[in-house]
Structures are given as C-alpha cells and as structure tokens.
C-alpha cells in the first residue's frame, strides 16, 4: 500500500497533476490494531481537509489482477475480554467456592441467545476461553473470554456490545460470580460518500479500462479507516478494493500477491488527483 502511494507521489510531483487546492498523503501505521487511525485524528491529520479516501489490496477470491471496485463495504468489528472472577475452591468441596468456569459457560450461553435487528448482518461468537487452577482436582476462582462481534452497521454494533455486558454480568451474578468487561478492539463498520464512489468508478474505468471497474465488495472484515468519517463526519470518504490476487488469504502466514498489481494502484491514485485537483 505504501509502495503505490510513494510511487504515485513521485509521478504526481513530477508531472505536476495538483493544480488547484492542495493534496496530502496519509502513511497511516497500525491499522491492524486499530490505534493508527485514531492517532491520526488525534494529531490533526485530516482537520484541514475535505475529501479522504482509502485504498486496499484483496484476496484472489474477491477481486484480480487489473480489477478495482470503486467501494469496500466493511463491517463493524469489536473484540471484548471478560474477566470472570469467582472463588477457587478443591474439587471435592466445591460448594465451598464458585466456579469461574461454570460462570464463563453461562456467559457464553447467555451471549447465544441475544437477537438483534434480522435485516442486519451480524454474528456474536466466544473465540477464547481459558480457566485453570493449575491442577486437576481445583475448581478454578478465574476466568477469561473474548468474544468477536460483527455488524454491517454501527448502531446495532454499539447495541451488541451494550447487550453483551448486561448479559455477561448478570449471568455470572446468578451463580455469585463477577464479570468485569473490556472493549480490546473497535472498527467502524464502512462510512461511504455515494458521490466519491462514483468519482472512484469513473476513475478505475478510465485508467484500467472498461470491464475493470467490478461491483462494490462487502466484507465482513473490519478497517480502521473508518474511524476517520465516524470521528468527522462531515469528511466525505470512500474507500477502493484493488485486485491483487492474494493467496491463499488475507492474514494467512503464507499468503502472497502478484507485484504486477501495483502500477494498477498508482495509475488509480493519479486518476483520482487528476479528477479532483487537476
């Protein structure tokens, strides 16, 4: 991603495509933790600016080689930890304690068992859970688990993870346990302009061609992009799916894509100076 924007810098000064207001460039760090946006924000990055938009390369599955969409839907995406806090006590007088790990079974349970608006997608699952006392014959006093939420939109994200405490803590009560809950992780589900998209899609079709401009993509991974028109929204946005063949997926250890998508993204982010500041 940084490769293109530096390549397209270079050409873009050296042509000199910005004619009229002014161009900046975003070389965002830690998207996968979610903190880089916010950083970004919190040091003025984009206070001076109207229009922001975003690029990111795809797996083969959703998007080839000489391909872009000229939008990227995501999801919502928040990780939570819960810690459970009971008493330990020895396996043949369990009475005398409470069950961390009973109490993390209702929690899991009780977070089955939410519904939410049906014309939304969106899926709540346990992903880790870990209690132990250290030895086979101990119930352990302590618990831990993450929960992974996913929304395709925003309000009912911030319902799931208001309903999922509540849950969480009253479950666990109901045995004389504690929950205490924290947010690990938090993506925006996608913040588009609809106008900057058409502007994306004229630009992929005039710089790849005709049959290269695809459909919007949705996706139910998340992008810290968002927090950018979440935290501003008066930013009008928007956010391009390149082809680059990666395989065999996103965040697989051995994943690769083809290096002859690059110039594909340089031509994009040209296009797109010469549409709006040439």
């Given at each position: 991603h ?17 004619r ?8 965002q ?16 990055a ?5 229009i ?6 795809r797996?083969?599955?959703e998007?080839?080689?000489?391909e872009?969409a000229?939008?990227?839907?995501y ?20 009475y ?15 977070a ?5 608006n049906?014309?939304?997608v969106?899926?709540?699952k346990a992903t ?9 014959n ?14 395709r ?5 911030e319902l799931?993870?208001q ?31 609809p106008?900057?998209t058409?502007?994306i ?11 290269a ?9 998340g ?20 082809g ?5 997926g ?5 994943m690769?894509?083809?290096?002859d ?18």
């Amino acid at each position: 991603h940084m490769a293109m924007l530096l390549a397209a810098a270079e050409e873009i000064m050296k042509e000199k495509l910005v004619r009229k207001g002014k161009l900046k460039l975003l070389f965002q760090p830690a998207e996968e933790t979610s903190e880089g946006a916010l950083s970004m924000l919190k040091g003025g990055a984009v206070d001076d600016i109207e229009i922001l938009i975003g690029m990111h390369g795809r797996p083969i599955q959703e998007c080839r080689v000489g391909e872009a969409a000229p939008a990227l839907y995501y999801s919502a995406a928040t990780h939570v930890k819960i810690d459970i806090t009971g008493m330990q006590s020895h396996g043949a007088r369990p009475y005398l304690g409470i069950s961390a790990l009973d109490a993390a079974c209702l929690v899991v349970q009780s977070a089955n068992a939410l519904r939410f608006n049906s014309n939304v997608v969106y899926n709540m699952k346990a992903t880790q859970i870990h209690a132990d006392a250290g030895v086979a014959n101990a119930v352990p006093g302590t618990a831990t688990i993450t929960f992974d939420l996913r929304s395709r939109d925003n309000d009912v994200m911030e319902l799931m993870i208001q309903k999922l405490r509540g849950a969480a803590e009253n479950a666990a009560a109901s045995i004389g346990a504690k929950a205490d809950f924290t947010i690990l992780h938090q993506t925006p589900a996608s913040i588009i302009t609809p106008e900057i998209t058409e502007i994306i899609g004229e630009v992929i079709t005039s710089e790849l061609g005709e049959k290269a401009c695809i459909p919007p993509i949705v996706t139910a991974g998340g992008e810290d992009f968002f927090w950018y028109p979440k935290m501003k929204p008066e930013l009008k946005t928007g956010f391009i799916a390149l082809g680059e063949d990666a395989e065999p997926g996103l965040h697989d250890p051995a994943m690769h894509f083809n290096h002859d998508a690059l110039p594909y993204g340089v031509k994009i982010h040209k296009g797109l100076v010469k549409k709006l500041l040439g």
